[in-house]
Nanobody, 123 residues
């Protein structure tokens, strides 16, 4: 089974930047599409960004488009989420998730999940 570990969360002021990392314990991470999801108190866990196994296809939620960038380094079994121009409404627990096959925006189609990393943006 694929094990995923997120890192890079923390406290940042509005307008600042953070880079999240998702490291996978699998030798063929290139076979998996990966999504970043987030969940704030009282909200559902929704996709923020996703990337295909090849890196050739990406998805961004409207709320983060132009501010966040997803990328992957399959040689390092790692996916990144660069978050710029952060806003207080970006405050949430961020989760990395993976699935075999094509990129999906549906939470229920992801088979493997990390434990999450807290991102807090102060105003």
């Amino acid at each position: 089974q694929v094990q995923l570990v997120e890192s890079g969360g923390g406290l940042v002021q509005a307008g600042g930047s953070l880079r999240l990392s998702c490291a996978a314990s699998v030798r063929t991470f290139s076979s998996y599409a990966v999504g970043w999801f987030r969940q704030a108190p009282g909200n559902e866990r929704d996709i923020v960004a996703g990337i295909s196994w090849s890196g050739g296809s990406t998805y961004y939620a409207d709320s983060v488009k132009g501010r966040f960038t997803i990328s992957r380094d399959n040689a390092k079994n790692t996916v990144y989420l660069q978050m710029n121009s952060l806003k207080p409404e970006d405050t949430a627990v961020y989760y990395c998730a993976a699935r075999r096959g094509v990129l999906s925006t549906r939470r229920e189609e992801y088979n493997y999940w990390g434990q999450g990393t807290q991102v807090t943006v102060s105003s």
